[in-house]
């Protein structure tokens, strides 16, 4: 477990009179933990990936958007870059989240050469299936706005639960 990131979580909630809740999701970048204000509140372990979030969620708020495609993208609610910590509004399915490794106004995937990048398309479309045509609409449309995903995955890109069947 992050306990820095726990740590730097509970700072920024402290000085913003929020109360964390439970752990909602965690690995490699930080650690992201529900409050009880409907917001969830992200600590990233390297001030290079909490930049990068951060510029996606400052481009998103400059241009008003809280939905593209279908998708819910989370609302910035605050920030501090002493603590790497950002607060965002909480989104359910479907959404899209996870920026830490997007590139704005660049593509990070471009440092790679053209067969590499086709390689990890197909993987992205194997992973999505039939619903990939959905999620390249969503990568176009945020190209379109200046953002670049490279981590393209099912937690990130989540599609509204299927229906049960009676």
């Not at 409907?38 to 400059?62: H, I, P, S, W």
Request: net charge negative; charged share 30%.
């Amino acid at each position: 477990m992050d306990v820095d990131g726990i740590s730097r979580a509970t700072e920024y909630a402290k000085r913003r009179g929020l109360k964390l809740g439970d752990t909602i999701g965690f690995g490699q970048d930080g650690i992201v933990l529900a409050t009880h204000s409907g917001t969830a509140v992200k600590a990233l372990r390297f001030e290079n990936l909490y930049r990068k979030e951060l510029a996606v969620y400052l481009r998103l708020k400059e241009k008003d958007i809280g939905q593209l495609c279908g998708f819910y993208v989370p609302r910035l609610i605050g920030h501090h870059d002493e603590l790497m910590v950002i607060e965002m509004e909480f989104v359910t399915p479907p959404f899209i989240v996870d920026f830490a490794s997007a590139g704005v106004d660049f593509n990070p995937l471009a440092k790679y050469d053209r067969e590499q990048r086709i390689e990890q398309e197909e993987t992205w479309a194997e992973t999505f299936e039939n619903r990939w045509p959905v999620v390249k609409s969503l990568l176009s449309e945020l190209r379109s706005l200046g953002i670049y995903l490279s981590d393209v995955n099912a937690n990130n890109i989540r599609f509204a639960p299927e229906p049960e069947l009676p």
